[in-house]
Nanobody, 121 residues
């Protein structure tokens, strides 16, 4: 599965951004799509995940109530709507695909190149 993220940028605190992740290749072999982020000097951390089918969505505590993950299976695209952004949300955001929902980056087999999100105070 090939993944391409877009939508990152520079935003002031309190603003919003919407990230997109377009999947191509054998997308139906991946049952889960996740978003992770990595800030300078920190480990990659889970942000949100959504299965290929089903309504359950999974979020890190740090983004609950502010971020929303969604999907469009026709377009093979996953989205991450980020509202009320905070400076601590600054990171490179990665889209990932895997066989199952997991909060652990190592459980995802395919990754995009990442998109930078910078939030100024």
């Amino acid at each position: 599965v090939q993944l391409v993220e877009s939508g990152g940028g520079l935003m002031q605190a309190g603003g919003s951004l919407k990230l997109s992740c377009v999947a191509s290749g054998e997308v139906y072999s991946s049952s889960a799509m996740g978003w992770f982020r990595q800030a300078p000097g920190k480990e990659r951390e889970f942000v949100a995940a959504i299965p290929w089918s089903g309504d359950t969505k999974y979020y890190a505590d740090s983004v609950k109530g502010r971020f929303t993950i969604s999907r469009d299976n026709v377009k093979s695209t996953r989205y991450l709507q980020m509202n009320n952004l905070k400076p601590e949300d600054t990171a490179i955001y990665y889209c990932a695909a895997g066989a199952r929902i997991s909060y652990t980056a190592a459980h995802y087999s395919d990754w995009g190149q990442g998109t930078q999100v910078t939030v100024s105070s």
